[in-house]
């Protein structure tokens, strides 16, 4: 250890941490020796912010730890606290490229100034703080590999008193983990009358074992994980991710594990909403395995009640349902049931989620009081009820709407294909008066319907300085009159003065095909160009305007992965209804995948981006 005395020995001004120089870490240090609890407090989190930052370290972090183990040594007061920093300076999991064993990683030097003082520490394994034990133990953890042979196996036989005799639970499964980690096996751990120990032997084996995990250690994590300990903040897995968070990580690795031990969670009553995140999880990770965890979700939600209301269970099944083909009648049942409650809190999602759901009581219910999200979402889910949306869709326009409501109603009218044209007056009025420009002048485009009006918004709109607005509403015209021109002069202005990608504006000339000709000299060079985005859209758009595939193929192969750029590619490819024989594997891998290859985002209103992978794979698979 050293003293705040020797802290003008270390070179300070020369380390550099998160924010720079570390010449601050000196007065970081001393204030935690002041009497001032917020000082103190305020000094520990500087240092959680610059020395340690986000799971990373820094040149200034080893030199500090002689010193911040003085000050846990000679601070009771905030003892955990500079434990937990120590331990978390020097984490590390088995296997990580950064090992403390590797010369030159980020955290061997940390984990060898850690080792130096651990000895200095071990008194603490006698706190009487039971938090106090649980942070030495993960200190330990974090370093045992690097003891020498006599004090490690002291070290060890120390941390065997307590699992033998400790009088807290959780401490002792902190020691069985450490010593299980240090290759010292507790045989009859999974058979322990403490459900701490228990839980954590499971882990462990399920650590050990790898997916699928074997029947007894489902069950005791079913049994005794459904009740964290509220202390558990000290145990000492690997890494910076929480218990829970390492737990649920390996469930997940095995779904039918994960979706048996959220089964049992939900039924002792959901505490933390945990089993309903594993739940989520699943959903997230693997494919088709909606239908189960919707009905866990389902589950839940009672328990949500005595925290208020379900809300957040009812909007992540509304998230989810939309992609079950045909959600089960008790789902659809319960959705209708809360929807017609008074509970607006829980109401509105249920009515969001009955809506996804493609029941046909949502209508109804959505036609009794709609809002532009609900009107959005049954555009989504019953486009052969235009008769009955578009005319409130355009009384929600004329009354105002504006923003991210304006923009939703007008696309939800592109749901209903030419009949979107009952609301010209309303899309035009939008573009007029700027309520959702863009999506408008593309809707007036799309339904085909030319007047005078539309005509002469549209020119107006094209001559905007919004780039997005400008392509929108010049491409629109063309679709209405025919007319090439304004938008050759658009997309010429835009492709010429673009200081930065281009895939933008690209994407949004393939409507105008073979009219878009005299833009070939300034797309051809961008086939080959550094940004995958730019290269992809080169390639469908000069696919478009030649109606030859023979440049476009190799682009867009080339780009075939399980990436947003990769589905773009893939998108394009099945417009052409061309692929490569040497991609077929790839098409295989998407197809068959049981495993998510792409997640979702809050722009996939209707279908999954992987759904739509796997999908279009197996179309291009089928059609050769």
């Known amino acids: 250890m050293r003293s705040p005395a020797e802290l003008d020995d270390v070179p300070w001004h020369t380390l550099t941490h998160a924010y720079g120089s570390a010449e601050d870490v000196p007065e970081l240090i001393r204030a935690l020796y002041q ?9 520990i989190h500087e240092l959680y912010g610059n020395i340690h930052h986000q799971g990373t370290v820094y040149p200034a972090s080893a030199p500090a730890v002689p010193f911040l ?39 061997a030097a940390i984990c060898a100034e850690l080792a130096r003082v651990l000895p200095e520490l071990l008194p603490c394994l006698d706190d009487t703080d ?7 133990l993960r200190v330990i953890a974090a370093v045992a590999e690097l003891l020498p042979a006599e004090l490690r196996a002291e070290v060890l036989a120390r941390i065997g008193g307590l699992y033998a005799t400790d009088p807290v639970a959780a401490v002792r499964a902190d020691a069985m983990v450490v010593r299980a980690r240090s290759g010292i096996s507790e045989v009859e751990a999974l058979d322990s009358p403490l459900p701490e120990v228990r839980l954590a032997a ?34 000492p897995w690997p890494g910076t991710a929480s218990p829970d968070q390492h737990l649920t990580d390996l469930l997940v690795q095995d779904p039918d594990a994960a979706l048996t031990v959220a089964a049992g969670w939900i039924a002792k009553g959901d ?60 789902l659809r049942d319960a959705l209708y049931e809360y929807a017609r409650t008074e509970q607006e809190e829980s109401a509105g999602p249920a009515l969001l989620a009955l809506t996804h759901s493609r029941d046909p009581r949502a209508l109804d219910l959505v036609l009794r009081r709609p809002d ?24 929600a326009l004329a009354a105002g709407a504006t923003g991210n409501e304006a923009i939703d109603l007008i696309g939800a009218l592109e749901r209903f294909g030419t009949a979107a044209g009952q609301a010209q007056p309303e899309v035009i009025d939008c573009l007029d008066t700027g309520r959702g420009a863009v999506v408008a002048a593309r809707l007036l485009g799309r339904i085909g319907v030319p007047s005078p009006q539309a005509t002469t918004v549209l020119l107006r709109a094209a001559a905007s300085t919004d780039p997005s607005l400008n392509i929108a509403a010049a491409v629109a015209h063309y679709r209405l009159t025919g ?10 202005t835009l492709l010429a003065t673009a200081k930065g990608p281009t895939h933008w504006y690209l994407a949004g000339l393939t409507p105008l095909g073979r009219a878009a000709a005299p833009l070939l000299p300034v797309i051809e060079p961008l086939l080959t160009a550094r940004y995958d985005w730019t290269r992809m859209a080169a390639a469908e758009a000069h696919h478009a305007i030649t109606g030859s595939p023979d440049r476009a193929l190799p682009v867009l192969a080339d780009l075939l992965s399980a990436t947003p750029v990769g589905l773009s590619a ?18 295989r891998a998407f197809a068959f995948s049981p495993l998510r290859l792409l997640s979702d985002t809050p722009f996939s209103e209707d279908t999954h981006p992987d759904e739509e992978l796997r999908a279009l794979a197996w179309r291009l698979l089928t059609a050769g």
Do not use: C
Not at 130 to 136: F, I, N, Q, T
């Open 483 to 492: 007319e090439a021109e304004p938008a050759l002069r658009t997309f010429e």
């Open 570 to 587: 893939l998108k394009a490819l099945a417009g052409i209804g061309e692929v490569p024989e040497h991609l077929r594997p790839t098409l």
């Open 130 to 136: 039971r938090g106090v034990r649980r942070a030495v």
């Open 69 to 107: 183990a003085h000050a846990a040594h000679h601070v009771p007061a905030k003892r955990e606290d500079l434990l937990m920093l120590l331990a978390t300076l020097a984490d590390n999991a088995p296997g990580d490229t950064e090992s403390p064993r590797r010369p030159g990683s980020s955290v």
């Open 202 to 235: 499971a882990v462990l084996a399920a650590e050990r074992s790898g997916p699928p995990y074997a029947p007894r250690l489902v069950e005791v994590l079913t049994e005794d994980g459904a009740d964290p300990d509220p202390g558990d903040e000290g145990f």
């Open 372 to 395: 532009p999200q609900t009107l959005t979402a049954a555009a989504l889910s019953f486009a052969e009820a235009g008769g009955r949306l578009i005319p409130a869709i355009r009384s």
């Open 271 to 330: 505490i933390g909403s945990r089993g309903s995140w594993i739940a989520r999880r699943i959903m997230e990770t693997w494919r088709d395995r909606e239908p189960e965890a919707l009905d866990l979700l389902l589950a839940a939600l009672p328990h949500r009640r005595g925290a208020g209301t379900p809300a957040h269970g009812l909007s992540t099944i509304g998230r989810w349902i939309r992609h079950v083909p045909k959600p089960r009648t008790e």
């Open 35 to 43: 009497d001032d609890e917020d000082t103190v407090d305020e000094a």
